[in-house]
Structure formats: C-alpha cells, structure tokens
C-alpha cells in the first residue's frame, strides 16, 4: 500500500467519538479535586500537630508541652509523654498517612495520563488510578483512626486542629474520588466497544 493509500484509509477508517461535555467535566472535577486531597494531606502530615488539650499539643512528629507566656517546648521522643505506645504507635499513623499520600500520587498520574494520552488502554489506566485512591483512602483512614486510638482520653472535639481537619477532608475526597471515578467509568462505553458499533 503507498503511502498516499494509507493516508486515505486513515482518514476513511472509524473515527474516536468525542466525549461528551458533562463527561469531560466530571473527570477533569475528579482529578482537581485529586489533586487537592494530596495537596491537604501532604500538608497535614508534614505540620503533624493534630491535638491540643490544655497545655499539650499531640502530632504525629512531635509531643509539645505549653506554657503561659513561652513557646511551645517540643519533643521528638514521643516517649516522654508518659503514655505507653505512643512512640510506636505514632510512627505507624505517620507511615501509614505517608504511604496514603504516595499511593495518591500515583493514582492522580494514572488519572492524568489516562485523560491527556487517550487509547484503548485508558479506561484500564483510570480504574487502576482510581482504585489507587480507595486504598489511599483506606491508608489514610487507618492512620486517623490509629492517631484517634492512642489518644482517646485525652480527645475532645475542640481539640482537634486545623491540620488533624484538613487530614479528615483529604481522607473523605480520597473516597469520594475514587468512587465516583469508578462509577463513571462503568457508566461510559468502552473505545474499542463504540468502534464495533
């Protein structure tokens, strides 16, 4: 075949169908909130100050004791808070977080290139991102919930910091992103399916 003929039977041959304008909104809405949900959680984790309660200030990095008129004191040996596994389990809320983070890396970069370089493989590189962001979410739910374990008496509501809020919201779009990622992948037809048509 020349390479004019192979021009033509391009041109001729069956066409990508556009998405649809709604289609294109929600999981580009998916991928900024994503994006988002790193940016909080990152930021969360890296501050780690996540409870006061009176003069003490809990965090995932270090354990901090408050005076009226001072700075706050700081100390990396979580040990010298006087509760029993709180050293480890800290180090293991604050593994656990990070190893959300990462896993939300990768499943926005997954989201990103399955949107940019469209093929038949890119509904299997957005499920895949998405299902990233479940156990980003699952991750990042087990290192709250850990964190709120160790110190529940001595938890108020109040207490909670903007930090330990922004790790909550974080967590909540991880989910909220990777259901609704899933979900709009089963509800659009495949590429290589719409092409048979």
């Not at 029993?84 to 800290?90: C, D, E, I, K, R």
């Not at 001595?154 to 919201?169: A, D, P, R, S």
Request: glycine content about 6%.
């Amino acid at each position: 075949m020349t390479a004019i003929g192979a021009q033509t039977q391009r041109l001729l041959g069956p066409k990508r169908p556009h998405r649809s304008f709604f289609e294109s909104f929600i999981r580009t809405l998916i991928i900024v909130c994503t994006a988002l949900a790193v940016v909080l959680s990152s930021v969360s984790i890296c501050d780690g100050h996540w409870l006061l309660v009176e003069d003490r200030l809990f965090g995932l990095w270090y354990f901090c004791t408050i005076s009226n008129h001072s700075e706050p004191h700081c100390m990396r040996d979580l040990s010298q808070a006087h509760m029993p596994g709180l050293a480890v389990g800290m180090g293991l809320a604050r593994s656990v977080a990070a190893l959300a983070v990462v896993a939300a890396i990768f499943g926005l970069e997954l989201l990103m290139v399955s949107q940019v370089c469209e093929d038949v493989r890119s509904r299997r590189k957005w499920a895949i991102g998405s299902y990233l962001l479940l156990v980003a979410f699952i991750l990042s739910s087990g290192g709250l919930l850990t964190f709120i374990i160790l110190l529940k008496s001595q938890i108020t509501l109040m207490g909670f910091t903007l930090m330990f809020w922004c790790e909550f919201t974080a967590s909540f779009l991880f989910f909220l992103n990777a259901t609704s990622g899933l979900h709009i992948n089963s509800l659009t037809q495949p590429w290589n399916q719409l092409r048979k048509v």
